[in-house]
């Protein structure tokens, strides 16, 4: 173990957003985060870069994403573009989290359309071919292992095991692991066949989580108050949506802390009224 006490395994985030899944290599002082990729699009009718997530990336993770839309960069491209970082190695690591509104069984739609950006998940076996990474790991909405359209993880997991890789997919409730939200999430795991593939299960176990720690209040009671509508005045980042009426707003103040949902909003006597459009 002494040897790799200074060592640095380099990590590459596909459709990298605001860093959720880099920060926690970011935050391990064996792992390098080299380069991340995002078109900072929040939906298909959005104007590239619109989102600016970007821009939180770099403040999080301390490099500047390379602002593009992986539907058209093509693999070799990106291995161009980012050569010198990896100093003509393969990345230990390589992370993709493609759009997930396309699985999600939130919206009806996704019940009998197939969403175009649901074949990002089968694009991203392209540059696991072309980077060659060590380990490769992909989150995104239960559905992508569960649900309908599910032959595009099939597609990606058939091209992995042609390329050498041994495959391992489950759904997490992520609160299980720290997150503050109870978040049901698919985790793909691919590792080069010489190396032992270890899922969650088998690297969390014998720890626990503090319930107190999965509270939203807790992971972001020391933002300053912001109204409705307007952007904080010493982070252009930290803002509140505008609310189109004051029925959004009343739904919001009727959710119970810590641990409600919308659901809640059906046993208030104003339901009637608020809860039966947004089910």
């Known amino acids: 173990m002494q040897k790799y006490l200074n060592h640095k395994w380099t990590v590459i985030d596909l459709f990298s957003g605001a860093g959720g899944m880099s920060y926690g290599f970011h935050a391990h002082r064996n792992f390098k985060v080299v380069a991340a990729v995002d078109a900072q699009i929040a939906k298909p009718s959005s104007r590239k870069g619109s989102l600016k997530c970007n821009l939180s990336y770099q403040e999080n993770i301390g490099i500047e994403p ?9 693999p070799k491209t990106l ?3 980012i050569a010198s970082d990896l100093a003509n190695k393969t990345p230990t690591i ?3 989290c493609p ?13 009998l359309v197939d969403d175009s950006r649901n074949s990002l998940v089968t694009r991203c076996g392209l540059f696991v071919e072309e980077l ?3 380990i490769f790991l992909m989150e995104n909405a239960r559905e992508l292992i569960v649900g309908k359209f599910t032959h595009h993880y099939k597609k990606l997991q058939e091209k992995l095991a042609q390329l050498g890789y ?8 992520l609160n299980k692991f720290g997150l503050p939200q109870r978040r049901e999430r698919a985790f793909i795991i691919a590792v080069k066949k010489d190396l032992q593939l270890r899922t969650f299960d088998e690297l969390w176990a014998g720890f626990e989580v503090n319930s107190e720690a999965t509270h939203v209040r807790r992971a972001i009671s020391n ?13 252009a980042l930290h803002f509140a ?3 189109s009426s004051l029925t959004n707003l009343r739904r919001l103040q009727l959710i119970p802390k810590n641990g409600g949902s919308w659901r809640d909003i059906k046993d208030y006597p104003e339901a009637e009224k608020i809860w039966l459009f947004i089910t």
Not at 166 to 173: A, D, G, P, T
Not at 223 to 235: C, E, R, Y
């Open 166 to 173: 041994k495959v391992h997919s489950k759904v997490h409730l």
């Open 223 to 235: 933002l300053p108050p912001v109204d409705a509508g307007k952007v904080h005045q010493d982070d």
């Open 94 to 96: 390589l992370i993709a």
């Open 132 to 134: 060659k990474p060590e």
């Open 99 to 111: 759009p997930c509104t396309g699985f999600s069984r939130t919206l009806p739609s996704n019940h």
């Open 79 to 81: 291995r161009n573009i």
């Open 66 to 74: 390379i602002n593009a839309d992986l539907r058209l960069l093509e």
């Open 241 to 243: 949506p505008n609310f």
